[in-house]
């Protein structure tokens, strides 16, 4: 089994095999926030699957992407999308939505709170939102 770098190297490959499912999936816009005419790229939720597959990834902008990945650079405001990407159809666009808001209430915001409790995940959704944060 390959690890370390060779390994992520090999990851990333597969996942850029996605793209075109990918970009098909998001009419290529960013699947947090919308937004269009960026570069979008894959992320992988959390826990990884054995192999990136388009169900376990989203396809999302720069923006989302370094937020996400660094919760320091975390900027609320930006998150206020998240009002439509809870209702997303892709699943996986919903697990990050609540994954993110979760941060956010616990940092106290409270419009997170609201839209949290207003939110509705699928049972098995929900045991995988908590999976990981
Ligand atoms: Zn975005």
């Not at 570069?39 to 990136?52: H, Q, V």
Request: net charge negative; charged share 30%; proline share 5%.
């Amino acid at each position: 089994m390959s690890t370390g770098f060779q390994g992520k190297f090999h990851r990333q490959n597969m996942l850029s095999r996605l793209a075109k499912d990918l970009v098909r999936r998001s009419r290529s816009k960013c699947e947090l926030c919308e937004k269009s005419g960026v570069k979008l790229e894959a992320l992988e939720l959390l826990p990884l699957e054995e192999e990136p597959c388009v169900d376990g990834s989203i396809f999302i902008c720069d923006e989302c992407h370094k937020q996400i990945i660094t919760p320091k650079k975390m900027i609320p405001a930006h998150w206020r999308c998240l009002n439509n990407a809870l209702w997303s159809e892709v699943p996986a666009v919903q697990v990050m939505s609540v994954r993110i808001l979760r941060r956010l209430e616990k940092s106290g915001h409270h419009w997170a709170e609201e839209l949290l409790e207003n939110a509705y995940l699928e049972p098995e959704l929900e045991e995988w939102s908590l999976q990981a944060d």
